[in-house]
């Protein structure tokens, strides 16, 4: 079946640090990879998506890389700020339209100053 | 973009008491709702599939006659918790993919509804 991956957190880290959180996943076909954000409190937000193999998902100074060769999309930031600190989740869909997104477990980002 | 608005945000309610949660679709119609729970410090889990005029499609696990669910319209899906109780407090999230409507940018969530239950 479909599943995702995803480092287990928490990760905390300084101001202007870099970011990677590690992502992969495994699916029949060609999946679309997203990455969101949850804020304490809130809903899930879209942070990046990338939808064939060698796409590059970029939002906000995040990025990631559809790597079908590693069935990876691991998130990368240069330069992390107090305010990124949330908890991102991986997911998959399976493209077929009326399916539900496949989440990791998610990871959680303290950034401190 | 499209918009999932999903009431309400917060509800504390008794226990054996009923709770509706509904999610709305704004400006697409919706076909196709999801449902998640999610614990606290956990990942989002799948409860069940609501399609317009039909039954809903729930996850192995999930009690159908726990958590009703009602999508009447291309526009509404609801989620009632029957006969609450302390276990059930969680965070449910609704979602939706307005591509299946012609629309883009992939699915789109609602804003959570945390639910305690005393």
């Known amino acids: 079946g479909n599943s995702v991956t995803q480092m287990e957190g928490p990760v905390t880290l300084s101001e202007e640090a870099f970011l990677t959180i590690n992502c992969t996943y495994t699916?029949?076909?060609?999946?679309?990879l997203f990455w969101y954000v949850q804020y304490p409190g809130e809903g899930l937000q879209l942070l990046l998506k990338?939808?064939?193999?060698?796409d590059k998902g970029s939002n906000k100074g995040f990025e990631a890389t559809y790597r079908k060769e590693t069935t990876s999309f691991h998130l990368e930031k240069g330069s992390v700020q107090v305010s990124d600190s949330a908890v991102y989740f991986c997911?998959?869909?399976?493209?077929?339209?009326?399916?539900?997104?496949?989440f990791g477990k998610g990871t959680r980002l303290s950034v401190i100053a | 973009g499209a918009v999932v608005s999903q009431h309400p945000s917060r509800v504390i309610c008794k226990s054996g008491t009923s709770v509706k949660i509904e999610c709305r679709s704004l400006?697409?119609?919706?076909?196709?709702m999801f449902w998640y729970r999610q614990f606290p410090k956990q990942s989002l889990m799948l409860m069940a599939t609501?399609?317009?005029?039909?039954?809903?499609?729930?996850e192995q696990g999930v009690e159908k006659d726990k958590f009703l669910i009602n999508h009447a319209s291309l526009t509404l899906s609801t989620l009632t918790v029957t006969s609450a109780h302390p276990e059930d407090s969680s965070f449910y999230i609704c979602?939706?993919?307005?591509?299946?409507?012609?629309?883009?940018?992939?699915?789109?969530f609602g804003s959570g509804t945390r639910l305690t239950v005393v």
């Open positions: 699916a029949t076909g060609y999946p679309s």
């Open positions: 990338a939808t064939k193999a060698d």
């Open positions: 609501s399609n317009e005029g039909s039954k809903a499609t729930y």
């Open positions: 979602s939706a993919n307005p591509t299946l409507s012609g629309g883009g940018g992939g699915y789109t």
């Open positions: 400006d697409f119609q919706a076909t196709t």
């Open positions: 997911a998959l869909s399976r493209n077929s339209g009326n399916t539900p997104l496949v």
